[in-house]
């Protein structure tokens, strides 16, 4: 799919499908929307006094035009209430209304940029939301599938508004794009099935970032993995036939003797079954997707080098698999991370903390400016925040809080910001036979402990953490609504991106 800006009036656009948009009870026109409107001689405007088009955002309505201009139909998408307007209502007026016109079969579309003449929002934060719910809403994964693959729009042609520069329209396009197709490649990674995407197949599919000139990547395999003392990361493969892989992704690591980097850390469980602590067969159906911290980070990381960011990215994601066999970890083993603490194994299944904690302590070498972990930890956090609501946020600094908070804003992708009390670090000290454990007894403590956890292995630096679990692979039945279909969602990937692009380290 091609996007690209045009200055021509609707009525000389040679597409099958215009979209258009209104705001919540606006039953009136203006702007191009007005243009239009008298194009067809005031067709949109009856619609919208009759309340045939109330304007909720997502609401389409389509209008055929009888060869009044030459696109065959009208797609005006709601933006709901003018006063709530922001970046992610665009996106999800984009994305409800390229999914009504490829249902309708449009192959080619044109496009105003939603509220851009009546909001404070830039012509290039408005374009780049539009761009992103596009692309978003129109991804599939239909690589295993031989048949009812859907049809696709081949180009998206935005209607440039007079008096706004044609470069900053071209760069929300662009920043767009990079967004989105990393979105994607997370998305497409969390989708595979576990028997194609395992520590491996992780490893190579983030080794294809490095071509970027100024991305290394390395994989480190499992006797450099026990060179640098990773017990706790170790002990979680032991069961699978699959051995572990350490990813380390770098961009702009010449910089490092001179800028403090950005360190991004990604959980990837390429299957969970819980180890002995086995899961139920339904809590088993969607552990494929235990590796979506770490398909973000690969996401993030190849959108930071073509966004040329101007500081330097880590990537650091230990990929493992978590399986029952002879040689698997038991409850009550006892293993070292490489910082010196010793852990007691209390649950097999709560795994992900035990890797993601080498991760930490191996962050500490780049001197970091900020790390932040982001990964599919608990299933407390789905329930203290609902499927599709937020995702979890812990941090030990508040200035790195509220970067990440504005990030959200600006991206859509809600966070919300949960406390860090001591009593949740006394609960994981609580060991009769090591300095830690990785779990406590009682599941409905598991949201805070499981952060007051990683926290032990942060000393040094500025950190947040980032449960995404309730957001990371979605329901078809979810009432939130997604920009996407059912399935993985590549969660952190947008969040992450907006951050680089809004703070100059």
Known sequence: MKFNLISNKIAEIDVDTVILSCFLSDDSTNGLVHDTDVELNGSISEILSRGDHKGKLREVTEIYTSGQIPAHRIILVGLGPENDFNENCIRHAAAAAAIRARQLGASKIASIIHGVEQSKLSAKDAVRAATEGTMLALYVFDKYKSENKLGSIESV??????????????????????????????????????????????????????????????????????????????????????????????????????VQPLVLVGKAITFDTGGYSLKSASGMSTMKADMAGGAAVIGALQAAGQLKVPYPVIGLIPATENMVSGTASHPSDVVSASNGKTIEIVNT??????????????????????????????????IALGEGSAAALFANETS??????????????????????????????????????????????????????????????????????PMAFLSGTSVIKRLGPAGATGFGVRLLSHLMIEYAN
């Open 157 to 258: 042609s935005f209607i440039e508004p007079e008096d706004i520069q044609s470069e900053d329209l071209l760069r929300g396009i662009e920043q767009g794009n990079i967004i989105s197709n990393a979105v994607q490649l997370a998305r497409d990674l969390v989708n595979e099935p576990p028997n194609v995407c395992t520590p491996a197949f992780l490893a190579e599919r983030a080794s294809q970032i490095d071509d970027d000139a100024n991305t290394d990547v390395s994989i480190l395999t499992e006797p450099e993995i026990e060179d640098l003392n990773m017990g706790a990361f170790l002990s979680v493969g032991r069961g699978s036939t699959r051995k572990p892989r350490f990813i380390v992704i770098e961009y702009n690591k010449k910089l490092l003797d001179k």
């Open 349 to 382: 299944d709560a795994e992900g903390r035990l890797i993601l904690a080498d991760a930490l302590v191996y962050a500490a070498k780049y001197n970091p400016k900020h790390v932040i972990d982001l990964a599919t930890l608990t299933g407390s956090a789905i």
């Open 400 to 469: 790195l809080a509220e970067q990440l908070l504005t990030a959200s804003e600006s991206s859509g992708e809600r966070i919300w910001r949960m406390p860090l009390y001591s009593e949740y670090t006394d609960w994981m000290r609580a060991s009769n036979v090591a300095d830690l454990r990785n779990s406590t007894e009682k599941r409905d403590s598991g949201i805070g402990t499981s952060a007051a956890f990683l926290q032990e292995f942060t000393e040094g630096y500025s950190w947040a953490h980032i449960d995404i679990a």
